[in-house]
């Protein structure tokens, strides 16, 4: 393996074999390898798949972020995965077969190989749930919002594809490349209301964020002070608000002032860069303009 590394901000920036970018908090102790066959292609190469980036936040807690998004244009989708004692934990999915296969990968390269397996949706749009059919065929337990369940009870993988495919303009065969064969899976277990998840003794709390849609989750981690926001935080952009109105946006705005109560180090946004608890002035910020324009 041909390994080129330099130091930049406090992380450690790993290029392998032109593959993909991993990046490691410096005083983390990890190692990655890749099979020749996953070199085949360079990342950027591989369709439905981005440019990611790898950080390990804090010790067992992986961010990923700069999965593919079909908006393309520099806008890209994140993704999380903690590891317990005994068990993996996937804080969403990505928006392709790629994508999930990525992050199967990457945790892979620490499991022993009879973990217990986890996946967190946190809510049901097509970049956070379309690589689902990857940890759910490795038997992982999904978790999501009720209405998550609905959602996936009335739209299944292929019927959404085909409505994203057409919004796009692309050919069937476009849309099978970028995105594989979508299975949407209904949840085993749903919540409706904050819960903590006890997994071999690590506490994952799954908190009910509503806001962008009614189905949002955010996922707190009290160990490492890590919150994973899903769509309920972005990072340096404008926030997607056309699933909702002025009262959808309060209450958005409410859960934000939640959420600042909580310890956080480390944001992991929906789409952007990771952040600082900070961000979150901004985000509710911005909704407060939104629904200054609206309702002048």
Request: charged residues 25%; hydrophobic residues 40%.
């Amino acid at each position: 393996m041909t390994e080129n590394s330099y130091e930049l901000l406090g992380y450690r920036m790993i290029k392998i074999n032109k593959n993909f970018l991993l990046v490691v908090v410096l005083f983390a102790s990890i190692s990655y390898a890749t099979s020749e066959k996953e070199n085949e292609k360079p990342a950027d190469e591989i369709p439905g798949l981005g440019n990611p980036e790898v950080t390990e936040i804090a010790e067992n807690v992986l961010a990923i972020t700069g999965l593919y998004h079909s908006a393309e244009n520099g806008f890209y989708v994140n993704a999380g995965i903690i590891f317990t004692s005994r068990s993996v934990v996937f804080i969403d999915s990505g928006m392709s077969i790629a994508s999930g296969e990525f992050l199967w990968n990457i945790a892979q390269r620490r499991m022993k190989g009879d973990e217990n397996l986890y996946l967190i949706l946190t809510h049901n749009h097509s970049d956070h749930v379309f690589g689902m059919r990857v940890m759910k065929e490795k038997g992982a337990k999904v978790i999501a919002h009720n209405v998550v369940r609905f959602w996936f009870k009335r739209l299944n993988g292929e019927r959404y594809k085909e409505i994203l495919r057409k919004r796009q303009g692309w050919s069937p065969e476009k849309a099978d490349e970028i995105f594989g064969e979508v299975i949407l899976s209904e949840p085993d277990e749903v919540v409706d209301r904050d819960a903590v998840f006890k997994i071999d003794g690590d506490e994952i709390h799954v908190l009910v964020t509503p806001g962008h849609v009614p189905s949002e989750l955010s996922v707190y981690h009290p160990k490492s002070k890590t919150l994973f926001a899903g769509d309920t935080i972005y990072e340096g952009s404008a926030l997607t608000t056309r699933f909702g109105g002025p009262n959808q946006w309060r209450q958005w705005i409410s859960q934000l002032d939640r959420l600042k109560k909580l310890e956080i180090n480390t944001v992991i946004p929906g789409h952007g860069k990771l952040c600082a608890k900070e961000e979150i002035d901004r985000n509710i910020n911005y909704l407060r303009g939104e629904i200054e324009k609206r309702e002048k």
